[in-house]
């Protein structure tokens, strides 16, 4: 389990499958990682999330991005080279969660500086020790970096 004397994160997960938002919200109590869970459900609301417009205006800073790739209207790695463009959130360490194993797309995350790519397992048992691993690998062994 993890060490209650972790502090707490902001995730946002960038994901438009509503069955995949409720396991890893599922996966993520049941692990018990209390950090704060944010949702986007596309690469556009993911942005403007990011960048506090409109109705994101109090959006926090978050500290990981859980991002899927296979997104409507703006996909994830298109997302991500966005985010490593820009000054003010290029420091932000993006995960890539999907269910593509596509070499192309492994290749593509990581020249587009993601910091891992993780394929989502398809059942729960699985997803949980997935999302539980991420949990760990967040809270206790990563330091991450100030906001710019």
Request: hydrophobic share 45%.
């Amino acid at each position: 389990m993890f060490m209650p004397e972790a502090t707490p994160i902001e995730i946002l997960l960038v994901e438009d499958s509503e069955p995949d938002i409720m396991l890893t919200e599922e996966a993520f109590a049941a692990a018990g990682i209390t950090n704060r869970l944010h949702v986007t459900r596309d690469g556009v609301e993911a942005l403007a999330f990011l960048r506090q417009q409109e109705e994101y205006a109090e959006a926090p800073r978050p500290d990981v991005i859980l991002l899927d790739i296979n997104m409507p209207r703006m996909n994830g790695l298109e997302v991500l080279a966005e985010l490593k463009r820009d000054p003010l959130l290029m420091t932000i360490p993006v995960i890539v969660l999907t269910t593509s194993q596509a070499d192309e797309d492994i290749l593509r995350s990581y020249q587009a500086h993601a910091a891992s790519y993780v394929v989502k397992p398809i059942d729960f048992t699985h997803f949980y020790q997935a999302i539980q691993a991420l949990g760990r690998y967040m809270l206790s062994v990563v330091r991450l970096p100030p906001p710019a």
